[in-house]
């Protein structure tokens, strides 16, 4: 059983806007950290925006002003909200979780983001 579901990935031109979704089931008790990773073919994976439990966040510079990320009421969602998009956004993007409490990282199964020009 998948540990995150992610949804909201698919095709929009230049200029358009995504908003990706995250999903923790129940067996991941504590969602400390969440975020969004991405890796475009024939990069490493790279960090995209990461928010902690106290609602504070990090981006890459690549996508600062552009992209929002949240978390919903019920703390074991996040989302991408993803405005202003460029080609080079295009990748899979990945949900990402730390469960503090016994150092493990979950990984969601990754949702293609492709940005035409």
């Known amino acids: 059983q998948a540990q995150l579901v992610e949804s909201g990935g698919g095709l929009v031109q230049a200029g358009g806007s995504l908003r990706l979704s995250c999903a923790a089931s129940?067996?991941?008790?504590?969602?400390?950290?969440m975020g969004w990773y991405r890796q475009a073919p024939g990069n490493q994976r790279e960090l995209v925006a990461l928010i902690s439990s106290g609602g504070s966040v990090n981006y890459v510079d690549a996508v600062k002003g552009r992209f929002i990320i949240s978390r919903g009421n019920a703390k074991n969602t996040v989302y991408l909200q993803m405005n202003s998009l460029k080609s080079e956004d295009t990748a899979v993007y990945y949900c990402?979780?730390?469960?503090?409490?016994?150092?493990?990282?979950?990984w969601g199964q990754g949702t293609q983001v492709t940005v035409s020009s």
């Open positions: 129940e067996r991941i008790l504590s969602t400390d950290t």
């Open positions: 990402y979780v730390y469960e503090k409490w016994r150092m493990k990282e979950y």
